[in-house]
């Protein structure tokens, strides 16, 4: 499924993939992926604002997050409101053997 402001037809691919184009809340998207994939994970891609607004809608249960240093200013905040909480999320982090980039899971406590 792609989050788009410019609805169209699905385009299919020799290898079963579809990609679904939708104009939708983050809640219409997640219920027409699990209508369209049923029982299986819905992986959620995108820039910092697709992101943000599923965060904000607490529709994510498990974020893996690569951290690659850019020059201060540019781009997109991811977490401009600030991080998910410790509370509702276990927090790993790793960093790669370069040092040049970090990795963080949040996984969202069942508790």
């Not at 993939?17 to 994970?41: C, I, M, W, Y």
């Amino acid at each position: 499924m792609v989050l788009t402001h410019h609805e169209r037809e699905p385009i299919a691919f020799d290898n079963g993939t579809v990609f679904h184009f939708l104009d939708a809340s983050p809640q219409e998207a997640l219920q027409r992926a699990h209508e369209l994939a049923p029982g299986t994970d819905v992986r959620i891609g995108g820039g910092p604002t697709t992101v943000r607004e599923f965060l904000a809608a607490d529709l994510v249960d498990t974020m893996h997050l690569t951290i690659v240093p850019v020059t201060i200013g540019s781009g997109t905040r991811l977490l401009d409101g600030g991080l998910p909480s410790s509370d509702d999320f276990f927090i790993e982090s790793v960093t790669l053997p370069s040092g040049r980039a970090h990795q963080i899971w949040y996984r969202r406590r069942e508790d």
